[in-house]
Every structure is written in C-alpha cells, then in structure tokens.
C-alpha cells in the first residue's frame, strides 16, 4: 500500500511496528533494486508507538503501520491511533479459529476512542478457486465488529517474486495485471469508498 500510494504521488510514511521488521527488510530491498522507495520508513514498538504517530500525521498524507498479526503493545497502540485497520485472513479453518481474539481486541479498542475505527477485513492469499474462499468470506461477512470487503487479493507467484525485490506487483519488468487489479481495488475501496464488483 506505501508503494502504490508512493505511486500517486503522495507523501507516505511507513511504520515498522512488528518486532519481525518485514516491512524493513521490504524497504531495504526495495532500496537495492529501485535506488529510492518513494517513501519514508521509520521503526517504532511499544506504547510510544501511538504518540510518536500523532505528532507526525501532520507531515504525511498517509501513515501506514505495520504491526504484524499478533495482539501486541505496537498493535494497540496503533489501533488506538489509526482511522482505518485493515486485518487479512488466510481462506483456512484455523487461520478462522482466531477470529474471537479479533473481534474481543477490536471491542476493547473501540471502548477508548474518542472516534470509531473502521476495521476492514478481507481474504489474503485466496486460492484462484474454492469453497475455502466462499466459506470463510460467509463466515467474516457476519461479524459486526468488521466490515468484510469482497476483494480477496489471491495466492499470486507475482507478488511473492515481486516482494523478495523490494516491488510491488505493479512494478518491475512483468507485470501480473490480474494481481494488480485486485490489489488496486481493494486499497480504492478502503481509501475512495469507491465499490467495484468483485467476488470472494
């Protein structure tokens, strides 16, 4: 998402926040193969997490945080802080187990906000065709806590070769158009509300 909004021009910070620092390994890979990464990288853990971020919304357009899938004091604090919280789910029954855990921390965050955070789900890694992708898209699509959005990015060779060089898969010398047009619109539905058909 920090690259594809890079893309347009805008000024993007990106919030290493996961102790694992994925998002520092993307970046500095991205920085070998394009020389620049067309936005700012900072890393930051902790409770700190959330007041460091608010002094800096004002210099950004966007701030992304990358905190990982784990219940964390980064993730919380990033919770607390973001306007909008975009949780993956893998098409699998225990990637589904989870979900009690999801929706519990959600409630807790949203008991202490001033303002409400949207939390979007969608399926991450969807196989091209199967019931798993159905059945679980049911199973979020009834959960009040999250919104569910019918845009599932698939398990896409593209952009896993794609990340191990720092890119996006619409970057670089061969471009998936079936894997960036998923990935466009579903960062057009949560930035631009904008809805397109699509199917899980």
Known sequence: MAGWLASQGRDVLLVDGDDQET?????????????????TLVNMTGANLRKQV??????????IIDTGGRDTTSQ?????????????????????????????????????????????????RADIRSADNRDVADALSKISQLTYLAYPISNRKAISNAAGLGLTPFEGENIDRKATKEIEDLFNRVLNGNDITATA
Do not use: C
């Open 54 to 63: 608010e002094a800096m919304k004002p210099k950004y357009d966007h701030i």
């Open 76 to 124: 919380r604090a990033a919770l607390s802080v973001a306007d909008v919280s975009m949780i993956p789910f893998v098409p699998r029954s225990f990637d589904l187990w989870t979900i009690t855990k999801v929706t519990d921390l959600i409630d807790e965050i949203q008991s202490i906000r001033a303002e409400p955070l949207i939390a979007y789900t969608f399926l991450s």
């Open 23 to 39: 998002s520092s390994d993307f970046t500095a890979w991205r920085e070998q193969t394009l020389g620049n990464t067309g936005y």
